[in-house]
């Protein structure tokens, strides 16, 4: 499951938990608007509904981490403007969710969960979470996810002359590692005295948390990061994915310490490591050496068409002892590796799919050909050629440096965008106990004009 679903079932599966399941009850909605996100609202149903559950979860992970009332649910108003955003912004850009996808990601969330639709919707409704209101949620969560996904995509290509330049570096690392953090944010373009401010905070967090505050409700209380909620887990990352910074604090820690407040280009961080694992061996991969024949499904060839031309081919070769390479070329439609008699060179299993791993597992012994199989693009036999076991260490290394650079690209570009969502627009709260620096007081007319929508 991806990150963006992960944190939608947080939110709002928390009843699949028999625990936090008691906890969770309904609420009655109410009307009042609490906060102005440009030209949407943010009602006191909706805060009060997601204060609730994620008060339950925190309640089920640890009680401790707890923090006062007010502070969550500032936390949570916070996550749900940014939220607002980030879907105003998908919908004006022209991204688009249908009711066939709603239905297929509810239908993934159902079986992640071990439960079918039937059964999640009886689950929701145990917990006073209508099903029409989690279906908008549902389409709300993929709006932002393929939001993002854009955004990521303006950071660029990642260029051979890159990964050289990284791998010269050093910075390459193996291993994975599970760290937590707290970003105390700065305002984009941050005054001196802003900048003052946030470090001032960000040293009495630590100091609290030097004091014996648990980490993660630390997090929860104080964090300007959208993990802030889930005591700021990073959960197990590779190595090479994460910041350079946090790689160079972490080495220095072991497992259960945590940093010195760190500066970085967005705030203020405190990084905490939960623990280590791996690196520093060699990659051996087993590769294979086959050879196939694809007959391609068009508008001229049937999918039954196809197949059977791909059982008639493997009966000449294994009944009839004809040339696989031979027939390759004759009849095979895959221009790469037709002219080569089929041959498909030395690859790892998953390098062209599922499809082709599967087949390639049901053959035991050299020149052995498959059974006909189908993909996307049409009908399949296999021939194994050999298998190998080959020290790929330095291609590893290679797509681990293109990895981190496409990714602290992409990092940076979602930051640095999400960042100026928010300076560019106007957000306001409406109730006075959510005012604050970043939450100006709304005036009255914007008030009317959101009551008047």
Request: proline share 4%.
């Amino acid at each position: 499951m991806n990150k963006l679903f992960a944190a939608f079932l947080a939110l709002f599966l928390v009843a699949t938990a028999p625990v936090a399941r008691a906890q969770i009850q309904p609420v009655e909605p109410l009307d009042r608007i609490v906060a102005i996100a440009e030209d949407d609202v943010i009602l006191q149903s909706e805060l009060d509904r997601a204060v609730t559950q994620i008060q339950a979860q925190i309640q089920h992970n640890n009680p401790q981490q707890l923090p006062p009332m007010d502070v969550l649910r500032s936390q949570m108003l916070d996550r749900l403007i940014m939220n607002r955003l980030q879907i105003q912004r998908a919908s004006s850009t022209g991204i688009r969710v249908t009711d066939n996808e709603v239905d297929q990601a509810i239908g993934r969330i159902a079986q992640s969960n071990n439960i079918d639709i039937t059964q999640l919707r009886s689950a929701l409704a145990r917990d006073g979470v209508d099903y029409d209101d989690f279906r908008k949620q549902t389409k709300e969560q993929i709006l932002v996810q393929r939001l993002q996904q854009r955004i990521m995509q303006g950071a660029g290509n990642v260029s051979d002359a890159e990964v050289d330049t990284l791998l010269a570096s050093g910075n390459v690392k193996t291993g994975e590692i599970h760290l937590a953090h707290i970003l105390i944010a700065t305002p984009e373009n941050a005054s001196a005295e802003q900048i003052q401010t946030a470090k001032q905070k960000a040293d009495d967090v630590k100091k609290q948390i030097d004091g014996g505050l648990d980490f993660a409700a630390a997090a929860i209380r104080y964090s300007n990061a959208q993990d802030a909620l889930e005591g700021g887990d990073l959960q197990w990352r590779p190595l090479s994915a994460l910041p350079e910074a946090f790689v160079q604090i972490a080495e220095t820690l072991t497992p259960g310490q945590v940093s010195q407040v760190v500066r970085g280009p967005n705030g203020f961080h405190i990084i905490k490591v939960v623990d280590k694992r791996g690196g520093g061996s060699k990659q051996l991969v087993t590769e294979y050496h086959a050879r196939h024949i694809m007959i391609p499904v068009t508008e001229l060839v049937s999918s039954a068409e196809a197949q059977k031309t791909a059982a008639d081919l493997r009966r000449r070769i294994v009944d009839g002892k004809e040339d696989f390479a031979k027939l390759a070329k004759e009849y095979s439609k895959d221009p790469p590796t037709a002219n080569l008699g089929g041959d498909m060179g030395w690859f790892p299993i998953d390098r062209f799919g599922t499809a082709v791993a599967t087949a390639l597992g049901s053959l035991k012994a050299n020149n052995e050909v498959s059974q006909p199989f189908q993909t996307d693009v049409g009908w399949h036999i296999l021939q194994l050629l050999g298998k190998r076991d080959a020290d790929r260490t330095v291609e590893t290394q290679r797509e681990q440096a293109r990895e981190l650079i496409r990714q602290r690209k992409a990092e940076d570009e979602i930051e640095s965008t999400l960042r100026q969502f928010r300076s560019d627009s106007y957000i306001c709260a409406v109730d006075p106990a959510y005012v604050t620096k970043e939450r100006q007081a709304c005036s009255g007319a914007a008030i009317k004009k959101a009551e008047s929508k």
